[in-house]
């Protein structure tokens, strides 16, 4: 089993910054992909960063240029930097981890972040 516990959401006006973590803990030998994702009422939920074991990250169109996601393997935590956000931004965020090994993913409790206009 893998525990994500996040922090670092809140209220913030736009064009300001959040800084989101995610830190793992449990079996964290199987992850291999951790991930950020967002999911505003009524929609489903959509990709927002993803970092793999190897450094190697990928962002949703939406947030490039304005995200930046990253790691620290000695605190088993993953960070989602959030700069010029936007009113649109505003949703739970949820930490996800992936073990291919075990074809498993799990997901953290989610986090609010809102921009106001």
């Known amino acids: 089993q893998v525990q994500l516990v996040e922090s670092g959401g809140g209220l913030v006006q736009a064009g300001g910054s959040l800084r989101l973590s995610c830190a793992a803990s449990?079996?964290?030998?199987?992850?291999?992909?951790m991930g950020w994702y967002r999911q505003a009422p009524g929609k489903q939920r959509e990709l927002v960063a993803t970092?793999?074991?190897?450094?190697?990250?990928n962002y949703a169109d939406s947030v490039k240029g304005r995200f930046t996601i990253s790691r620290d393997g000695a605190k088993n935590t993953v960070y989602l930097q959030m700069n010029s956000l936007k009113p649109e931004d505003t949703t739970v965020y949820y930490c996800?981890?992936?073990?291919?090994?075990?074809?498993?993913?799990?997901w953290g409790q989610g986090t609010q972040v809102t921009v106001s206009s």
């Open positions: 970092i793999t074991s190897g450094g190697i990250t």
């Open positions: 449990g079996s964290i030998f199987s992850i291999n992909v």
């Open positions: 996800n981890a992936h073990s291919s090994t075990i074809g498993h993913t799990y």
